[in-house]
């Protein structure tokens, strides 16, 4: 069956230093795969999308990588805040025309002072 | 240009009442997409609808489960008998989608539906 990893655990890092988060999946075979943002409460925030032909892709502080032999996508924010203190999810679109996504658990990423 | 709006943002039912679920797309978007998050895990999709069509009901339980997009008004997910597992967020977005690129999705804040 399909499954979508992310690290359950949380990650904490110092402010400044570059976040890197860990997208793995199985079974599946994404023509996108996206990243989101979710605060307590809240849904789901649009990052960025990258497609299963490119290999990078960036967004001011964002950096998303996608490699599909190694069925893992990395999500890098460089000199991080304490407003990036988030859950980041990773989703993936098999590019059927439609947002039928598969979400991973999302990690937790805190950032300290 | 208001955002995808859901209402209520807290629901409470008893065991075996009926939820009813909103949802506003964004101005123009015309695709709807509704998602449910149980506690500690992700987001699960239910339903695609375009306006007064379901195009892919295939995450929806076949059972007490309905959604609808009419011509005009908000799309309604509807959950009859709702029983504890029920409890969950349940989120919409909405796209607006051209042939030629692909569009983002825009959620909405969700609907905490409580079952006691």
């Known amino acids: 069956s399909q499954k979508i990893e992310q690290n359950s655990e949380a990650l904490n890092i110092q402010e400044g230093k570059t976040a890197t988060l860990t997208c793995n999946y199985t079974?599946?075979?994404?023509?996108?795969l996206q990243w989101y943002r979710q605060d307590p409460g809240r849904g789901p925030v649009f990052l960025l999308l990258?497609?299963?032909?490119?290999k990078e892709k960036r967004k001011k502080r964002l950096k998303v990588t996608f490699d599909t032999t190694l069925k893992q996508s990395l999500f890098h924010i460089t000199a991080s805040q304490p407003a990036d203190s988030a859950t980041y999810l990773c989703?993936?679109?098999?590019?059927?025309?439609?947002?039928?996504?598969?979400f991973g658990t999302g990690t937790r990423l805190l950032v300290s002072p | 240009n208001a955002g995808v709006m859901q209402n209520p943002r807290h629901l409470v039912r008893r065991r075996g009442q009926e939820a009813r679920l909103r949802c506003s797309p964004m101005?123009?978007?015309?695709?709807v997409y509704w998602y449910r998050q149980l506690p500690e895990e992700g987001l699960k999709f239910m339903v695609y609808?375009?306006?007064?069509?379901?195009?892919?009901e295939s995450g929806m339980p076949k059972e007490r489960f309905s959604a609808e997009f009419p011509k005009e008004g908000p799309s309604i997910l509807r959950i009859q008998q709702v029983v504890r597992g029920d409890s969950a967020a349940y989120f919409c977005?909405?796209?607006?989608?051209?042939?030629?690129?692909?569009?983002?999705?825009?959620f909405g804040q969700g609907t905490r539906l409580t079952v006691v």
């Open positions: 977005a909405s796209s607006l989608r051209t042939a030629a690129e692909y569009a983002e999705a825009f």
């Open positions: 079974n599946y075979s994404p023509a996108y």
């Open positions: 990258i497609r299963e032909n490119e």
């Open positions: 989703a993936l679109d098999r590019g059927t025309g439609f947002q039928k996504l598969v």
């Open positions: 101005k123009g978007h015309s695709h």
């Open positions: 609808l375009q306006k007064e069509n379901i195009i892919d």
